[in-house]
């Protein structure tokens, strides 16, 4: 297919149009105004990522609360030691003072009538929530256009280019007519999000395609293992049912919440996902919440609605959402409801530094595609790491902190790229076969063969070397299917680069699983059920060895850090 090339050249190329990219450009614009940005979105900047899908609200120390308490606790009793204590103290002393920047970017926290944050504190864990409404990026992609901040829309970026360890831009194609495009950048930030494998609606837009092209370049992933998030979601419709996982019954009429985890929960707990699966396999499901009893949910709502009269997007969304949630329900007055596991997934893992910067020159990541990959959160799938409303706090923390170092990296860069002509023919000649292929699989095939592979809990939430073994079985063979893909137009041939990046991930997390043998936070091993502090207070690293997937173990040094195991 002999489709014209454009050669774009630019200081910045920021990949992805959502909350961390659009921030992001307006960091940077803020930190030197002459350097000129791109932002390059597959679907439209300003409605892309989830954060315009979500429920609105930013968790964050504020500055009434102490970060001391906030970091000790995460620590201890959410990421289990595997954090990275220094980055975690940043965020929570850090966090007030950003979102005071935010605001000033456009989008504004709901207020009482006397002009003060409407804040839930949450329990004792020194956080607390607050409310935004859903139309952030449309506000934060203004406030980037009063910058000269460049865009362009409907634009898949498939691979990254390499001049040795230094990435010097990326291609891609467009969505409208197939143009194939080479943007050369000085410097490249992925914020694309996370992998969530098109399985749950609402994260259905993070398809790990950031995350894959860097792991393609070389770049160090870091706690892939931890990319496994599931919500107790509603039987009859698949609609998430917050805390109802504390309020489980089996088919017995047996209350068997108590039974797996005991205590107030900061978000949902692994342990109860696994008793769900349990007591299914035991011949005791189907497993029912009772909503009568979930006093969190009545609370949340209250909260809620008592913003909504000042949130119009947000009380559409919703209103509509919990209207279709009721409809689909077979008796919506009844209180025992049905509940099964979501899988979501959340695989953040390319390894940042505490500027957000990769293993690769000139390359950063940031927001969701790097949440768990900056270990700040430890051992918990990254967002929401235990944390609802953390997903937006990490995206805007790690968008500032890109920006400063990154201006810097730029006045000591030397001007000279090249471009590898050889291996961007190779690329594009690869990345348009699917087109020209007569017969073949559809994309939508293997997207759900790779689904059937991750969904299933023996799998991917309650883990023994056996099935994670049998589970990289089946991607070596939904890998040796993926060369016949077949595309019928450009939507399709994105749709065929999306799955090979959920391949590559589905591997990153079952390969980084195999080789933590403990239960940690939440991740469990059947054959593992203790936590190793001698063998695994490390985190686990990936990296592309020569088209092979090579793990490491990367000490955590805790000797410099305040809390110990």
Known sequence: MNLPDEIINIDVLIIGGGIAGLSSAIAIKEESKDVDILVVEKATSGWAGKVNKGGGVISYVDKDSSPDIMVENHVKKIGCYLNDQELLTEYANSSASILDRFESWGPKFLRDKEGKVIKMPMGSNGWVISHIELDICLKLLKTAKSHNVKFMNKVSIVDLIKDNDRIVGAIGFSLLNGNFYIIKAEATIIATGSQNYRIMPMWNCARGDGIASAYRAGAIMRNAEFGNFVNMVLADNNEIEMFSELYMYNTKGEFISDKYVQGLQPDINVNHVIGWYKETLDGNGPIYTDRSKNEFVNVINDNLN????????????????????????????????????????????????????????????????????????????????????????????????????????????????????????????????????????????????IQNLLTPLKYSIYKSEDRLNEAIKLISEIKADIPMLKAKDMHDLSACNEVNSMIICAELFYRSSLERKESRGWFVREDYQNIDNKNFLNWICLKDNNGKMETFLEKIPLEKYKYKS
């Open 306 to 449: 008592a913003a909504m009269k000042s949130r119009k997007i947000f009380n559409k969304f919703w209103s509509t959402l919990m209207m279709k949630k009721t409809a689909y329900l077979k008796d919506p007055k009844n209180n025992l409801q049905e509940i099964k596991a979501g899988f979501i997934g959340e695989l953040s893992c390319i390894k940042v530094d505490h500027d957000m910067k990769t293993s690769l020159e000139c390359l950063y990541a940031i927001g969701d595609s790097s949440y768990s990959g900056s270990a700040w959160s430890g051992a918990v799938p990254s967002p929401p790491g235990r944390v609802r409303g953390s997903g937006i706090m990490n995206a805007l923390f790690s968008a500032v902190k890109v920006a400063p170092a990154l201006v810097k990296d730029l006045t000591n860069l030397s001007s000279s790229k090249k471009l590898d002509t050889d291996m961007i023919f190779r690329i594009k000649s690869r990345l348009f076969e699917p087109l020209n292929r007569n017969d073949g699989i559809k994309p939508i095939e293997i997207v759900k063969r």
